[in-house]
């Protein structure tokens, strides 16, 4: 393990996150996003260090999630990439699935392919799921490659060729000729996405080729910045909730989607109470909200992924993510109702309310004219709000929606947003089989702690939990996280005649991979899973595997799993095993955290506006409430980079890690 301070740092849409854990001490800082997004990473750190009074060469350990690879995708920013693949195969990206978007909207259009036609090639291979069928022609790829060339500068290039995940032979040596040939970035399907099912496997390694070289010219320049600065390189959070070092993550950047959202969760998960059936992960940042599942300490995960409209399936923790975030635009649509996102600000200009040129509506603007926020709260590196400003722009928000004034309109967009976020709530426990009133509602992110109590209120949650540097949970949950790789191999065979040595030997050959890619093998355990179906379904479900392996034991486990997901259970319908799936993990260390506060923590009073009621609430600054603090709502908790707010019928209290319960009165 390394000495030293450790450093996470997360980049949002509005704000970079900084947690740096020295000493026992954590630290915390909010800074703006920078288009250059290193250059606010880097900021953050400048920011944090002095704060804490460390010098930088004293960190030892410096993680990250970055949103580059994901904003690549959803902007259309990542590399021109172009596609090779079987003959009779290059329009696969555009066939795609039949399953429409929306069912009945007679407009509904897919999001257009990552590669267009005209950077599309096809060439005269062929392997079955039993072997070559036809070898690959080495000339027809060099002929392949000079017409590439004829486009102009080649950054990224993507291999799929048909059934390559069960003999890749033809793929591997037409990847070594155009990394020869091209000197370009170059993913081939067996090695990003070893499975079957064409469409995504060949979309996972079109998006894969796309972000590569925008992660990697990322990475290279916040390593430069890092090293100027005595830091360590990076580690990088994963989609799948794990860390890796940047040298792998560059060369298989698209496990890095959503590594954000992914490390809030993980974060989330230590705050798990243990009389819950689970916890709910509530992030609201800047422009969006993500919602998951914790049980049993257990992060919900799916290989079953998109980023917009395109399928990335690689193990990734399951977020539900909708645009309602503090930046998301209020708007009038055209039947007159009133509408929040999914359209945000983002970091510049902002919310109105920032002052820093933002003229429409927000989420933000509605807390700070509800009292929520006040004029006098700082957001991040000192930023002063202005609620002239908010109330303006809501003002005209009032009277296109025909509403009576400025506070009409800012409970207007809290309604509208809470139903989106409830929605999304519903989405990872209702419509999965699990009743949301049993679970806590854990609130994190920079806007999360402000409508957490409001939004459980919606759903008949009566526990929230709102961790100690709650605005920056994601950035503490990269202290927190393990280190984690994964391996799929797709094994289509009826369970009843899988062969157990043969299993054991390809989970074995998985085992190997992963744990080739994990710094710390010696400290690894590898996790055996397995994909399996009944026979005739299109959809698997994913159970654990003993060594060795047991087919009898393996059914069993399915049979349970079907029917907690599904709701009914096949006992004598053949079971089908599809896919074999290795993890390593390298445990990480949760940072302890001891809170010891004390003086005086009212800070003032305010008015805030709760439903239709204008209340004198207390306000508290939550960084000095000693363990054991009970007070009664409504009141206001500032503390740095969020504010909770806890209303009429609750109740508030704070726990020896300086965690802020709060609960429904009894």
């Not at 890749?168 to 993913?187: F, K, M, Q, T, W």
């Not at 993550?249 to 959503?258: E, G, H, K, N, P």
């Not at 074999?580 to 506006?609: K, S």
């Amino acid at each position: 393990m390394n000495d030293g301070a450790a450093l996470g740092v997360d980049v949002g849409g509005t704000f970079t996150d900084v947690a740096l854990l020295a000493d026992g001490d954590l630290t915390t800082a909010k800074v703006p996003t920078t288009e250059d997004q290193h250059v606010g990473v880097l900021r953050g750190i400048e920011a944090a260090c002095e704060l804490a009074g460390v010098d930088p060469t004293d960190v030892g350990r410096f993680r990250h999630a970055t949103t580059a690879a994901v904003n690549a995708l959803l902007e259309g920013t990542g590399a021109e990439t172009y596609l090779v693949t079987t003959a009779g195969f290059g329009d696969v990206l555009e066939v795609g699935r039949q399953d429409r978007p929306a069912l009945y909207d007679l407009e509904a259009r897919k999001p257009d392919p990552l590669v267009p036609a005209e950077r599309r090639f096809e060439v005269d291979e062929r392997a079955t799921v039993d072997g070559i069928e036809r070898p690959v022609d080495e000339a027809e790829i060099r002929t392949v490659a000079d017409e590439i060339r004829e486009h102009g500068d080649v950054d990224a290039v993507a291999i799929s060729f048909l059934h390559a995940y069960a003999h890749p032979e033809n793929e591997r040596r037409a990847a070594d000729i155009l990394r020869e040939e091209l000197g370009a970035a170059v993913s081939a399907s067996h090695e990003v996405l070893a499975e079957f099912r064409e469409y995504e496997r060949t979309a996972t390694t079109v998006a894969d080729a796309a972000v590569t070289p925008v992660v990697d010219d990322y990475l290279a320049r916040l390593d430069d910045g890092a090293t100027e600065r005595g830091l360590p390189s990076p580690r990088v959070m994963q989609a799948n909730g794990g860390i890796a070092d940047a040298g792998t993550v560059r060369q298989d950047a698209v496990t890095t989607v959503l590594s954000g959202p992914a490390a809030g969760v993980v974060g989330a998960s230590a705050f798990e109470p243990p009389d819950a059936d689970g916890l709910v992960t509530f992030d609201m940042g800047g422009t969006s909200c993500d919602v998951s599942l914790v049980r049993d300490g257990e992060v919900e995960r799916t290989t079953e992924g998109a980023v917009g409209g395109h399928p990335i399936r690689i193990p990734m923790v399951a977020v539900e993510t909708v645009g309602a975030g503090g930046g998301s635009i209020a708007w009038v649509d055209a039947g007159g109702a009133l509408r929040v996102g999914p359209q945000s600000t983002d970091a510049d200009p902002g919310p109105a309310c920032y002052g820093t040129g933002g003229t429409d509506p927000t989420v933000t603007d509605a807390a700070l004219a509800l009292g929520f926020l006040g004029a006098d709260t700082t957001l991040g590196e000192g930023l002063e709000l202005d609620a002239d400003a908010a109330e303006s722009v809501l003002d005209d928000l009032a009277t296109d929606a025909d509403l009576d004034d400025s506070t009409a309109a800012a409970r207007g967009v809290v309604r509208v947003a809470s139903a989106t976020m409830a929605r999304a709530v519903r989405r990872v426990t209702v419509d999965q089989g699990h009743d949301p009133r049993g679970f806590a509602l854990g609130a994190f992110g920079g806007a999360g702690p402000m409508f957490a109590a409001s939004l459980a209120d919606r759903l008949g949650v009566g526990h929230v939990v709102v961790p100690r540097a709650s605005g920056v949970l994601s950035a503490f949950g990269l202290l927190a996280a393990d280190e984690s790789h994964d391996a799929v191999r797709t094994y289509r065979v009826a369970l009843g005649e899988a062969d157990p040595a043969t299993v054991d030997d390809r989970f074995d050959d998985l085992a190997a991979t992963v744990l080739d890619d994990t710094a710390e093998p010696d400290r690894a355990t590898v996790r055996r899973q397995a994909d399996l179906r009944y026979a005739g379904q299109s959809h698997e479900l994913t159970v654990d595997v003993s060594d060795p392996f047991d087919p009898a034991a393996v059914r069993d486990r399915f049979h349970a799993a079907h029917e907690s997901a599904r709701g009914y259970r096949l006992d004598d319908e053949p079971v089908e095993l599809v896919s074999l799936r290795a993890t390593a993990t390298v445990p990480g260390e949760t940072p302890a955290l001891t809170h010891d506060a004390g003086g005086n923590a009212l800070i003032g009073q305010r008015d805030v506006v709760f439903d239709e009621n204008r209340l004198e609430t207390p306000v508290y600054d939550r960084r000095r409430l000693p363990t054991g603090t009970d007070l009664d709502g409504p009141a206001v908790f500032e503390g740095g980079e969020s504010t909770v707010v806890c209303p009429p019928d609750w109740t508030a209290r704070v726990d020896g890690r300086g965690t802020l319960h709060l609960e429904v009165s009894e």
